[in-house]
């Protein structure tokens, strides 16, 4: 019975190997036809390009290749099986076709964790890298709970943005001399955006300091109300999309963050549970397509078998992303969208899995 788990076990490793780097490969090839200006735009080697590629193509497409290839590896590996009447052979030795699913299932869910891995390092670092090299003049660095930026002698520190309801929190502006000395301060709790990049910034503490005499205090003002070119339209999307690169620890310090501060995290907590469960659609897809590829011992015709697996794996794709509209939509229930979604179709493929033929 080792020797079968084993058997399969290689066949689901290196089919999803083989389907993983097939993938890619189209998925270079595609990207190089159809944004061939995007790729050699500012990049003067061959080698630039092929870099600007290997950034490019997995920071999109690798988080949903993963899942794919093991949903069609998983397939494969039992419909191949089945159509060889190895499953037949298997059963009146006894065994039982679902015994020999096991190996597989438990593969793909080890999968998800590396998956989790992966997508937090190598992917994440890629998506960061992807993002700086579309805006190589905008940069943003997140540190203890909110996000910097800066224009000229400017720096920005804002604590939470919301571009849609055109309102900042937590703004503290600085502004340096030619020479890198501190001139003044502005701190506000909030802002609201009047118009273009117009921030109208209430309740106001402004601090002015003397370059020349550093030991003096500042001068202390408050006003109730400060107009301020704060954020471009540009600027306030890149912001927006900082909040999609942040890593699970600077995510679950953001929450803590919030918590402490008596402000509601739910946007973190929406992106951080988004981010934990996607992963599971490695082992989900798997457990899915599974019965599925079996039951080719009796249709005998791969064809049908592989495109009920396609209406599952599309029907679990269109549940996941309004699934991602609902956790991004500021529903109060939006953290757990994502978890229902991957436990529904658990359950589901556990019944096809129960009722595939023995």
Known sequence: ?????RHFLANYLGLFSLTLIIALILMTVIEMLVNLDDVV???????????????????LYMRDVIPAASAIAAFLCLALAARAREITALKTGGIPPLRVALPVLMAAMALSGVALVLNETLLLGATREFTRLQHPEESVVFR?????????NTFYNVREIDPAAGTMQGIHVYTLSPEGRLLETLDAPGGVLDSGARWSLQNVTRRHFDPDVPDSPPRLERLPEVKLMLASPGELSLL???????????LIEAIQLHQREGRDPLR????????LANPTA???LALLV???????????????????????????????????????????????????????????GAVLFARAPR
């Open 1 to 5: 019975m080792r020797i079968l788990s």
């Open 41 to 59: 735009e500012n990049r003067e080697s061959a080698g630039g390009a092929l870099a600007y590629l290997l950034i490019r193509v997995p920071s």
């Open 144 to 152: 203890r709970g909110s996000f910097w930026y800066h224009r000229e």
């Open 240 to 250: 927006e999309r900082s909040v999609d690169l942040l890593s699970l620890p600077e």
């Open 268 to 275: 973190y907590r929406a992106i951080l549970h988004t981010r």
């Open 282 to 284: 490695v082992f989900v």
């Open 290 to 348: 599974v019965p599925i590829g079996i039951g080719v011992e009796r249709r005998r015709s791969l064809a049908a078998a592989a495109l009920a697996g396609v209406v599952l794996i599309a029907a679990y794709r269109a549940a996941w992303q309004l699934a991602t509209l609902v956790a991004q939509g500021g529903f109060r229930a939006g953290p757990a969208a994502p978890w229902l979604v991957a436990l529904a179709f658990t359950c589901l």
